[in-house]
């Protein structure tokens, strides 16, 4: 089984800035690509950053030029630097990894998320 275990999440001003971080554990042989979604009441789960195993990240329009993602392989984590915040971040953010695991002693490819953690930016 493979866990993803986040942390970091709270309450924050605007224009304040949080860190999230996130990490997988399980019988792992190999982490495509991790990122950061975040669903808001009402609304659907969308990517906020994603970050490759080889470094090469993409975000959300919304969010570019105020939060960076991070990743290091050997710890199989992933941060999420959340700068200049604005009431409209207010959601709760979910850590994924597309893990190649032994689950159920099988082998397999598949997406992983967290549990999820609330940002709250008040204005």
């Known amino acids: 089984q493979v866990q993803l275990v986040e942390s970091g999440g709270g309450l924050v001003q605007a224009g304040g800035s949080l860190r999230l971080s996130c990490a997988a554990s399980?019988?792992?042989?190999?982490?495509?690509?991790m990122g950061w979604y975040r669903q808001a009441p009402g609304k659907q789960r969308d990517l906020v950053a994603a970050?490759?195993?080889?470094?090469?990240?993409n975000c959300a329009d919304s969010v570019k030029g105020r939060f960076t993602i991070s990743r290091d392989n050997s710890k199989n984590t992933v941060s999420l630097q959340l700068n200049s915040l604005k009431p409209e971040d207010t959601a709760v953010y979910y850590c994924?990894?597309?893990?190649?695991?032994?689950?159920?002693?099988?082998?397999?490819?598949?997406?992983?998320w967290g549990q999820g953690t609330q940002v709250t930016v008040s204005s």
């Open positions: 994924a990894a597309d893990a190649l695991a032994l689950v159920s002693q099988r082998v397999k490819l598949d997406r992983y």
């Open positions: 399980g019988t792992i042989f190999r982490i495509d690509a």
């Open positions: 970050v490759t195993s080889g470094g090469s990240t």
